[in-house]
């Protein structure tokens, strides 16, 4: 079993930065695993993902080039790294951790354990 707990959330102005944080327990990040969002009335879509051993990373086409996605072993972390962000990043950001070894997994139905989301708000 798998524990995610996200943070790192708020709000902040278009063109700003934020950092979201995903710590997790019950086990080792030697697994494949992912960012999602999900904004108000809209599924939930895949933002940024690496692959089991952290070498080879996906990312959606909307964040390609302003996001970043890492893991820190050592501190059982994944962490996104937001840079010039836009109003129409807002949404709940979600992590997520897939059960089985793996390249990185850009559909939701391929993870099998989500953090609690952590709100991000830019503004105009």
């Known amino acids: 079993q798998v524990q995610l707990v996200e943070s790192g959330g708020g709000l902040v102005q278009a063109g700003g930065s934020l950092r979201l944080s995903c710590v997790a327990s019950?086990?080792?990040?030697?697994?494949?695993m992912g960012w999602f969002r999900q904004a108000p009335g809209k599924e939930r879509d895949f933002v940024a993902a690496l692959d089991w051993g952290g070498g080879s990373a996906g990312y959606a086409e909307s964040v390609e080039g302003r996001f970043t996605i890492s893991r820190d072993d050592a501190k059982n972390t994944l962490y996104l790294q937001m840079n010039s962000l836009r109003p129409e990043d807002t949404a709940v950001y979600y992590c997520a951790a897939a059960s089985r070894v793996g390249g990185y997994y850009t559909k939701p139905i391929n993870y099998d354990y989500w953090g609690q989301g952590t709100q991000v708000t830019v503004s105009s």
């Open positions: 019950g086990r080792t990040l030697s697994l494949p």
